[in-house]
T-cell receptor
Framework: ETGVTQSPTHLIKTRGQQVTLRCSSQ?????VSWYQQALGQGPQFIFQ???????GRGNFPPRFSGLQFPNYSSELNVNALELDDSALYLC?????????????FGQGTRLTVV | GQQVMQIPQYQHVQEGEDFTTYCNSS?????IQWYKQRPGGHPVFLIQ?????EVKKQKRLTFQFGEAKKNSSLHITATQTTDVGTYFC???????????FGGGTRLMVKP
């Protein structure tokens, strides 16, 4: 196991609601990245946090937002949920944001929007 | 933006047969990483390639990085049922803060 834990493991929400997903990074890791993985597709980069600041963002709308805390754990918030937001949300922690650092993934949160 | 494509999307093999998945990027990559995701699981890091033309081996797995650093391949010799899963390649953008994954190749192995 990687030491990266995500909660909850599964979640069902109604369209228009808001959701918060949580991630505890591996000990010693100061960088957390979030990914959305739709069924049968590769993970899509949402954003990265490094030392509590956003350090890069993929092609996701502003209703996807995040936080990183002083202990380097992180949250992903999604407002105004849409049906297409149904996916596996993966958190990955790494030692640093430097190029080529290995990412350690959590087991993911399966979000279903109905 | 950067796009990473993989082929094939699916591959069924008989146990003992070889398997290869190919990865192509629309832009030159600084480096490339490979991950394996078991059914119902999360991606697990396999390896990173950095140098043009680099070849790395892990037991029955051979990874190659193209000379132009725009393509890569993963070859598995004599597949086993434990190799089942989806294999993803992923490349970093120039800033090194965004990992772009390919669509993956799902490998199924018949015993």
């Amino acid at each position: 196991e990687t030491g990266v834990t995500q909660s909850p493991t599964h979640l069902i929400k109604t369209r228009g609601q808001q959701v918060t997903l949580r991630c505890s990074s591996q000990s010693g890791h100061n960088t957390v990245s979030w990914y959305q993985q739709a069924l049968g597709q590769g993970p899509q980069f949402i954003f990265q946090y490094y030392r509590e600041e956003e350090n890069g963002r993929g092609n996701f709308p502003p209703r996807f937002s995040g936080l990183q805390f002083p202990n380097y754990s992180s949250e992903l918030n999604v407002n105004a949920l849409e049906l297409d937001d149904s996916a596996l949300y993966l958190c990955a922690s790494s030692l640093s944001p430097s190029l080529g650092t290995e990412a350690f993934f959590g087991q993911g949160t399966r979000l279903t929007v109905v | 933006g950067q796009q990473v494509m993989q082929i094939p999307q699916y591959q069924h093999v008989q146990e003992g047969e070889d398997f290869t998945t190919y990865c192509n990027s629309s832009t030159t990559l600084s480096n490339i990483q490979w991950y394996k995701q078991r059914p119902g699981g999360h991606p697990v890091f396999l390896i990173q390639l950095v140098k043009s033309g680099e070849v790395k081996k892990q037991k029955r797995l051979t990874f190659q990085f193209g000379e132009a650093k725009k393509n890569s391949s993963l070859h598995i010799t004599a597949t086993q049922t434990t190799d089942v899963g989806t294999y993803f390649c992923a490349g970093f953008n120039n800033a090194g803060n965004m990992l772009t994954f390919g669509g993956g190749t799902r490998l199924m192995v018949k015993p």
